[in-house]
């Protein structure tokens, strides 16, 4: 959450100058995403945010990401499009780096979001399903329950067990996920990191989703379980919010009705979400010094989730029909 | 250069509503300043810099900062002034931390100033300090010599050493300075940190002098030394670029020609304000372990200048005549 980069003035003017959206008039770096430097662009024309890729993507899965932007953004969904430069690039290179344009799009995120808001994301989510079951480009999903198995794995039973007593179970509790994966679901490209901080918000109106850098092509409810995961509980997990999770879902199918598979798919579905976010911050924690300036998240957080989706999924996911 | 403090969109909400300023649009946390949190907030009817002093400012000076925003910006200057609330408060309190509502102004910092911009900056901090001579709210400067002195002294001279061997020098040279240290040259309230880093330009023009929390009641021309001291060198101190400070000096006579006691002291002046940075970086290099986040600034970068002006400053400042 910070800006790796420093980009003078002189550097963004000249970047601005390869295109077509007049001079440079303000520019300030903001303190989003982990992966990747952003700064709030403005110019004669309009505003913009700029994105370096730091780490952690991959260059070659850049035009997909960019592209998909561009998709969505044309089938009407509330994404920020990709600015092209003057010769038609997506993204240009700056010392190495790989730096793109994105249409700025208002809002804000809200950090307690109520049954309205979440039934809008429900709403938006299965609108951006689909539109973007026609974008040709596809990407797998290298961060499913098989991978949080690996991963749980690779952090090792004693160093999980130093996080947490309750955290070393989780890896059982992968491979059991990982064996009942559905296979047989509908899919699109999902964009899998539905948190709330990844939805920019005008009242009670989505006005845009942002951060594809997770999207990939997998199960339409796989998607829905992520976001429910990631927006129906207080925070800690500790807490369900009944309706924040009944509106999300209610949003979603408003758009597009679930199949009879994908609803009880979703209590295995939810548990498999959970299980990826307690992978990737198991590692973290254990690869983050504990005095270091970067704020670990809590890996139990997700367990008390997948707690409740163990206890309780099925009757929560039948209870929202 | 970060945001310390999550806030939400509920809180920043809440906020706004405090003010007569519209409705909020967007917020983003803006990676500026090092002792407080930004972010830049739009509504339904402009753009502002919302500031969280996190810390290293003392509550009780923040109504001069403010007040000299005003002061200035009704002066004509072009400084953000202090939105205030409902109340007509200058700021308010959000959970134990003081926050302002700042006007924001367009404009880039540069990296690689020109000499047409340096002479834009000479003439707006010599517009700035005729604008402040009827600011009524005196602060004194606490970063003077004597305190460099003071602060090279408790960091002690090993430590010095260790950074460098040609830094605890610095602690005699700071004694000197202090020793000859002006007291009779005409004073306003004076910037006193006007980096490129503070200032906003959109083209060869100043839009914007941002960053006033060190600014005190103290010589005029102690400001432009601290100015020149921070434009005429390339990154690293090693190198002085002679146009850059000829056309500050000029751009400030343009406005505000100097005395001659004003003049003769330069040499001195821009002494005094290399140690003033260099004993806050040593500082800071001794109190940051060198693996944290946070980037320290070398101290050498300030010695380097201190040499240079100690060598060459009677002559750079005769020529700039």
Chains 1, 2 share one sequence.
Not at 44 to 67: H, K, Q, V, W
Not at 69 to 90: E, K, M, N, W, Y
């Amino acid at each position: 959450m910070a800006v790796y980069t420093h980009l003078g003035a002189e550097d963004l003017a000249d970047l601005v100058a390869a295109y077509d959206v007049g001079e440079l008039v303000s520019a300030k770096g903001i303190a989003e995403g982990v992966s990747n430097s952003n700064w709030l662009i403005e110019t004669s024309c309009a505003r913009f945010i700029l994105t370096m890729y730091e780490r952690r993507i991959d260059l070659a899965d850049l035009p997909y990401f960019l592209g998909l932007l561009d998709h969505l953004s044309a089938g009407g969904c509330p994404v920020p499009c990709t600015i092209h430069d003057r010769d038609g690039a997506a993204f240009r290179m700056i010392d190495g780096k790989a730096v793109a344009l994105i249409e700025f799009l208002p809002g804000v995120s809200v950090d307690r979001p109520t049954p309205a808001q979440a039934h809008s994301v429900g709403a938006v989510l299965a609108r951006m399903h689909l539109a973007a079951r026609d974008f040709p480009a596809q990407r797998a999903n290298d961060l499913g329950p098989a991978t949080s198995a690996e991963v749980l794995k690779g952090c090792g039973e004693q160093a999980l067990g130093l996080i947490d007593p309750g955290l070393p179970q989780s890896l059982t509790m992968a491979r059991e996920v990982a064996e009942r994966w559905p296979a047989d679901l509908p899919t699109s490209t999902i964009h899998s990191d539905l948190f709330p901080d990844n939805v920019l918000m005008l009242g009670d109106e989505v006005s845009g989703l942002i951060d594809f850098y997770f999207a990939c092509t997998d199960m339409m409810a796989y998607d829905l379980a992520v976001t429910h995961a990631a927006w129906s509980f207080a925070k800690g997990g500790t807490h369900y919010h009944e309706q924040i999770g009944v509106a999300l879902i209610a949003g979603y199918e408003a758009v597009r009705p679930l199949a009879e598979a994908e609803r009880s798919a979703l209590p295995l579905l939810a548990q498999g979400a959970c299980l990826r976010f307690v992978s990737s911050r198991a590692q973290d924690w254990i690869e983050t010094p504990a005095d270091a300036l970067v704020t670990r998240k809590d890996p139990m957080d997700f367990m008390r989730r997948l707690a409740f989706y163990r206890e309780q999924g099925a009757t929560v996911f039948a209870a929202s029909r």
